[in-house]
């Protein structure tokens, strides 16, 4: 993708399971964690999920998203950035996780609004990052949120 994107160059991508194998301390400048979620964001185009879920299974989901996250938090360089994101719309697995989380880590901090694309700006609500909701935006519903590492160089990076 980033190829036909054409923003390959320097980029260098890695996929690995973080519970097992968490990446060596400050190694990325960019960590996106695409945290498996309950889908819920996506039940207009797989109504079959929410048949499928208990309540149980949003609380199980949302302590293996926090552990995912706590693993991949070192790997970030100081100045760089993590990019959290599921795909659904749950407070449990969203707002909540990167609460705790920022409550955990002093050394990350959620991105102020003006450091998010102007395009996205009149989505971010209070909380710590940006929900996409099925019935207000038209599309699948997600949950992101960006964070920035303190100390070291502001990285180069652009955008959330």
Same mark, same amino acid.
């Given at each position: 993708?980033?190829?036909?994107?054409?923003?390959?160059?320097?980029?260098?991508?890695?996929?690995?399971?973080?519970?097992?194998?968490?990446?060596?301390?400050?190694?990325?400048?960019?960590?996106?964690?695409?945290?498996?979620?309950? =889908?819920?964001?996506?039940?207009?185009?797989?109504?079959?999920?929410?048949?499928?879920?208990?309540?149980?299974?949003?609380?199980?989901?949302?302590?293996?998203?926090?552990?995912?996250?706590?693993?991949?938090?070192?790997?970030?360089?100081?100045?760089?950035?993590?990019?959290?994101?599921?795909?659904?719309?749950?407070?449990?697995?969203?707002?909540?996780?990167?609460?705790?989380?920022?409550?955990?880590?002093?050394?990350?901090?959620?991105?102020?609004?003006?450091?998010?694309?102007?395009?996205?700006?009149?989505?971010?609500?209070?909380?710590? =990052?940006?929900?996409?909701?099925?019935?207000?935006?038209?599309?699948?519903?997600?949950?992101?949120?960006?964070?920035?590492?303190?100390?070291?160089?502001?990285? =180069?990076?652009?955008?959330?």
């Amino acid at each position: 993708e980033a190829a036909r994107l054409g923003c390959a160059a320097g980029l260098v991508t890695e996929t690995r399971d973080l519970l097992a194998a968490p990446p060596p301390a400050a190694s990325f400048d960019l960590a996106l964690l695409d945290a498996p979620c309950s =889908g819920l964001g996506v039940v207009r185009r797989r109504p079959d999920l929410k048949w499928n879920k208990q309540p149980q299974d949003i609380a199980r989901l949302a302590e293996g998203q926090s552990a995912l996250l706590a693993a991949v938090a070192p790997a970030v360089k100081p100045g760089g950035r993590l990019l959290y994101g599921v795909c659904s719309v749950n407070d449990e697995e969203g707002p909540e996780i990167i609460r705790r989380f920022l409550a955990d880590r002093a050394d990350f901090q959620a991105l102020p609004a003006a450091a998010w694309p102007e395009s996205l700006r009149p989505f971010l609500k209070d909380g710590p =990052g940006l929900t996409l909701w099925p019935h207000r935006h038209g599309l699948d519903g997600f949950f992101w949120a960006s964070l920035r590492r303190s100390g070291g160089a502001r990285s =180069g990076l652009s955008g959330p």
